[in-house]
């Protein structure tokens, strides 16, 4: 004998302009200030805000003296030389801005530290 599937929940769809919407997971909560023209608008908005927030948990910007033309963003790397918590933690380069200029070529990087998947689950 088979058995029907219950059917999926529809989400209901808000027939006023105005609106609260969320994304992502309840707790702790980041209000967009920004009013956006329609509703799909303002959950794409929420979805990409909660997916930045969970890649990067801590950031920082260098600058290298001898520039690295190898690095390129989403690349994973480590960084030695700086506190122990720095140094143990992998890396993400979230932006590489090669450089050539009176001072020679450089790279500037932006890194993140990205939240392991476990722990963003545990907050």
């Known amino acids: 004998m088979k058995r029907r599937k219950p059917p999926k929940p529809k989400k209901e769809k808000s027939s ?3 609106g609260d919407y ?3 997971a309840e707790g702790n909560v ?9 509703e ?12 930045q ?17 190898e ?5 994973h790397g480590t960084v030695t030389g700086f506190k122990s918590e720095i140094d143990y933690q992998d890396w ?6 090669h450089t050539i ?17 476990w722990i963003a689950e545990i907050e």
């Open 16 to 18: 006023s302009r105005e």
């Open 92 to 97: 993400i380069i979230a932006k590489a801005e």
């Open 30 to 38: 980041f209000v967009l200030r920004k009013t956006y023209q329609n």
């Open 22 to 24: 969320m994304e992502g």
């Open 53 to 69: 927030l969970q890649r990067g948990a801590a950031s920082f910007s260098i600058t290298l003296a001898r520039g690295r033309a």
């Open 71 to 75: 690095l390129y963003p989403e690349m």
């Open 40 to 51: 799909q608008a303002a959950r794409r908005a929420a979805a990409a805000k909660w997916q």
């Open 101 to 117: 200029d009176n001072s020679g070529f450089t790279t500037q990087l932006e890194l993140e530290a990205k939240i392991p998947e």
